[in-house]
Nanobody
Framework: QVQLVESGGGLVQPGDSLRLSCSAT????????MSWVRQAPGKGVEWIST???????TYADSVKGRFTISRDNAKNTLYLEMNDLNSEDTAVYYC????????RGQGTQVTVSA
């Protein structure tokens, strides 16, 4: 059974940094493509970034240069390093297993406010 558990969210001020984590179980993490998506209040789901099984990464223009996706296959954990946060980054952040047996975690709230 695929299970994804996000953590690391919180309330921060504009310009601050946060690192989100996603612990993965129930599948072969190292061979899976993984993504981060987010959903802001009253808006649809926005794709943020993807990392493939070879560690290659892609980013949405809205976060490029500020966010970094990474993975630790030994720990079955996906990360999202977020820098220079602003109010538009306020959202619930989800990690996603891409492809067959796609799954999404329960999310972690990130609030950026002065």
């Amino acid at each position: 059974q695929v299970q994804l558990v996000e953590s690391g969210g919180g309330l921060v001020q504009p310009g601050d940094s946060l690192r989100l984590s996603c612990s993965a179980t129930g599948f072969t993490f190292s061979s899976s493509h993984m993504s981060w998506v987010r959903q802001a209040p009253g808006k649809g789901v926005e794709w943020i970034s993807t990392i493939n099984d070879r560690g290659q990464t892609t980013y949405a223009d809205s976060v490029k240069g500020r966010f970094t996706i990474s993975r630790d296959n030994a720990k079955n954990t996906l990360y999202l390093e977020m820098n220079d946060l602003n109010s538009e980054d306020t959202a619930v952040y989800y990690c996603v297993k891409v492809g067959i047996d796609s799954a999404r975690g329960q999310g972690t709230q990130v609030t950026v406010s002065a």
